[in-house]
């Protein structure tokens, strides 16, 4: 099957700091990558859809400004929690449709903010 | 808008026994079903993929069923070992729309 690969797959930050998260599809095109979010103990949240070329569209609730997202290529997205605090630590994960059929996944990324 | 649920939200077994994990879901107007599987820390790994067209899926000890109608799916794990542990996510998906996921079951298997 298609692959995403996603990194970091954990990442401990500082209050206040950014952080980065990657998601390349490795063997196909990903012209959609959906970002997910997961709180402990709950299911994934779709947080938001990015789009090759245009802007992301968020899920009511979440801060575009917070949580910016660039596909620049069809084949790299990218998540930025920016000034992160400890309410941000989550797990996210990133996903892409590959052929309309089934949805494959990242190895997804637990981020801590301290 | 489409909610997924999944009963029970939490399930312990004897090793060796088959038991079986629900999902719901309330729009059937859906492409696909997912099982996926969720280590504690870990990411997802996809265990079966039911096409709206199809009734049943199997691999290996797992069987999972759709029925679209109804809004209902069933995993069936047979044999249930330790190594099963894990919790089970069911998601449904529209084509190439985001994957709606429900709460999961979190299944423990005691040797």
């Known amino acids: 099957g298609a692959v995403v690969s996603q990194h970091p797959s954990r990442v401990i930050c500082k209050s206040g700091t950014s952080v980065k998260i990657e998601c390349r599809s490795l063997?196909?095109?990903?012209?959609?990558m959906f970002w997910y979010r997961q709180f402990p103990k709950q299911s994934l949240m779709l947080m938001a859809t990015s789009n090759e070329g245009s802007k992301a569209t968020y899920e009511q609730g979440v801060e575009k400004d917070k949580f910016l997202i660039n596909h620049a290529s069809l084949t790299l997205s990218t998540l930025t929690v920016t000034s992160a605090h400890p309410e941000d630590s989550s797990f996210y994960i990133c996903s892409a449709p590959a052929g309309g059929t089934e949805a494959f996944f990242g190895q997804g990324t637990r981020l801590t903010v301290v | 808008k489409q909610e997924v649920t999944q009963i029970p939200a939490a399930l312990s077994v004897p090793e060796g026994e088959n038991l079986v994990l629900n999902c719901s879901f309330t729009d059937s107007a859906i492409y696909n079903l997912q099982w996926f599987r969720q280590d504690p820390g870990k990411g997802l790994t996809s265990l079966l993929l039911i096409q709206s067209s199809q009734r049943e899926q199997t691999s290996g000890r797992l069987n999972a069923s759709l029925d679209k109608s109804s809004g209902r799916s069933t995993l069936y794990i047979a044999a249930s070992q330790p190594g099963d542990s894990a919790t089970y996510l069911c998601a449904v998906g529209s084509g190439n729309t985001p994957l709606v996921f429900g709460k999961g079951t979190r299944l423990s298997v005691i040797a």
């Open positions: 063997d196909f095109q990903a012209t959609t």
